[in-house]
Every structure is written in structure tokens, then in C-alpha cells.
């Protein structure tokens, strides 16, 4: 299998191509810059490959705006005035130095306190609100894994949560096993259920079909809405960049089970 990565140049833009022992081809438009991934079968070549993408470039060109139009928090350096957001409010940090002690606390009026050993510099502060949100993260989600066991029949979920800058989540259905993003504890509850159900959901079909979009329907019928409130509060420029063969947005059904902001 070759894994090689080559640019192919389709109207004003630089497309980068990956050829895979898969079916379909997948075009992908990765953040935070609008970077443009093919994923070819084997047997395809840069002609049929730039054919492919000529038919999709109006869908590229508007996938490429809207990613560049999302907005997006720079990355934040844990220092007291910082605007921080917890299931969808925002909140203004104040850092508080205290000996060796750690935490974090919603205080009254808006204000998320940074409990920090003294000398803690940006990156020990940071991992401090990072793993109050994972704990946070993870004292809702059995609570939502279980609801949707049963509501899909679906049993012996596996789910873990890890930092991801492109992705809300994926799944493995070998493995039945979800990810979720840690940045899923910054958005409103409705937006994680919703990323809770739509990585489940794969485990009952595992592309993006019409019938996952009828099942999807059937038990969420507000799922768009809290897709666009997913897109509508910023993302952080930092955290886990893919791997290179895997895919952010995908034009048609894909194996892969991904959900990727702003929506797919």
C-alpha cells in the first residue's frame, strides 16, 4: 500500500492526494487553514482524482469558508482577565497562587478560579483546568452512554476522552469503543449528548448513509441545531493535529465514523 502524499493543483487550489486500499474516494478540508485531502483507491489516478474534485469544488469552496469564518480562540495563556467556557458560558479566570495547592472553582458572577502551586507556569496551569474538565467530561458521560445503550440497543460501550483539535469524536465499532473530545467540556450539555449519540449511532451503521441520517433524525430530531451551536461557540487552536491518513469531512458514507467541526 503506498502512503506517500502528492499535490495535484485543481483550479487556484493545491490539493493533496493519499491513495488507500479503500473503495471510495474521500475529499477532506482540514483546519485551521483550509488544507484540501483527497483519500483515493489504489487504482485511481491524478486525472480521475482531479475530475473527482472538479465535480466537488463548489462543496470545497464552501466548506473552506466556513472553516476560515469559524471562529477561534488563540491559544490561552492561563493568566487572570482570560475569557474560559464551561458547558457553553463563558467565564472569566482569575488565577490564584496558594503554596502547593491546585484547583479550579465556579465562582459567583461569572468567574472560574485557578487555584496554582506557586511558580506553576502556563503549560502546569493549563494541564490543571484540563483535567478539571476531564473529570467534568467524565462525570456526564455514563449517565448519557447508558441512556443510549438502551435507546439504540446497543451494550458494553467503551468510551475515553482525549484532546483532539480537528475532531468532536470518532468511533471504532470493532472495538466498540467511542473517543470524545475534551473540549466537548467548553459546550453546552445538548452539543455533547449530541456527539455522544452520533458516535453510538455507528456502532448501528457505520457510514454516513441515508439510513444513519434517518436513525440520527428518528432519535434527535433537534440534532442540526445543536450541530450549528457546536460551530457557533469558538474552538482552541490547540490540541491534537489527526493523523495524516485520517479524514476531517467527508463528502460521501465513511468507515470512519468521524464527526468534525463545524459539522460534516
Request: hydrophobic letters at 35%; a negative charge; proline letters at 7%.
Amino acid at each position: 500500500m503506498s502512503t506517500e502524499l502528492s499535490t495535484i493543483t485543481v483550479s487556484d487550489l493545491t490539493v493533496h492526494v493519499i491513495h488507500k486500499p479503500i473503495k471510495n474516494l474521500h475529499v477532506a478540508v482540514y483546519p485551521p487553514d483550509g488544507l484540501i485531502r483527497v483519500s483515493a483507491p489504489e487504482h485511481m489516478d491524478d486525472d480521475a482524482v482531479r475530475l473527482a474534485v472538479v465535480d466537488r469544488l463548489t462543496w470545497i469552496r464552501e466548506q473552506r469558508d466556513e472553516l476560515l469564518a469559524q471562529p477561534r480562540q488563540s491559544v490561552r495563556e492561563m493568566v487572570t482577565g482570560e475569557s474560559h467556557y464551561v458547558w457553553g458560558r463563558r467565564y472569566r479566570l482569575r488565577v490564584v497562587t496558594d503554596g502547593k495547592a491546585s484547583g479550579v472553582e465556579i465562582a459567583d458572577r461569572g468567574t472560574l478560579v485557578l487555584t496554582v502551586p506557586d511558580g506553576a507556569d502556563r503549560d502546569e496551569r493549563a494541564n490543571i483546568l484540563d483535567e478539571w474538565r476531564r473529570r467534568e467530561l467524565k462525570d456526564a458521560l455514563p449517565a448519557l452512554v447508558t441512556k443510549w445503550e438502551e435507546q439504540l440497543d446497543v451494550a458494553r460501550v467503551e468510551w475515553r476522552v482525549r484532546r483532539m483539535r480537528t475532531r468532536w469524536g470518532t468511533c471504532n465499532p470493532e472495538a466498540r469503543r467511542i473517543w470524545l473530545n475534551l473540549q466537548l467540556a467548553q459546550k453546552p450539555r445538548p452539543c455533547l449528548e449530541y456527539v455522544i449519540l452520533h458516535e453510538m449511532l455507528h456502532l448501528v451503521e457505520p457510514g454516513h448513509t441515508d439510513r444513519f441520517e434517518r436513525l440520527l433524525s428518528e432519535a434527535m430530531p433537534d440534532w442540526r441545531r445543536r450541530r450549528s451551536e457546536l460551530s457557533r461557540l469558538p474552538l482552541s487552536d490547540d490540541g491534537e493535529w489527526p493523523p495524516h491518513d485520517v479524514p476531517d469531512r467527508v463528502v460521501h458514507s465513511s468507515p470512519d465514523g468521524e464527526l468534525a467541526p463545524p459539522g460534516e
